[in-house]
């Protein structure tokens, strides 16, 4: 299978051509997510001061804004690969 792979699609391309779409999507999606749970976290904790509720808030929101930042890169990763 690798042996096809290499002939077909090279080395570059068969193993490696998805790798900076990967990346965008990866990095995108970890930024958003730890972004979005630090801020809200600290700031619903202040703004209530139930740190427990912001927490579980925070991570709602932190899954789906990092849900959304990585849809378009994810799209591109599903159509090169």
Known sequence: ALQQLRSES???????????PLLVKQCSYTVAKL???????????????????????????AATMATLASQPADTVFTCIS
């Open 10 to 20: 090279g080395v570059w391309n068969g193993w490696f051509g998805a790798l900076i």
């Open 35 to 61: 972004v979005t749970y630090d801020v809200l976290s600290t700031f619903l904790a202040s703004l209530w001061g139930l740190p427990g509720l912001a927490k579980v808030l925070a991570a709602f929101s």
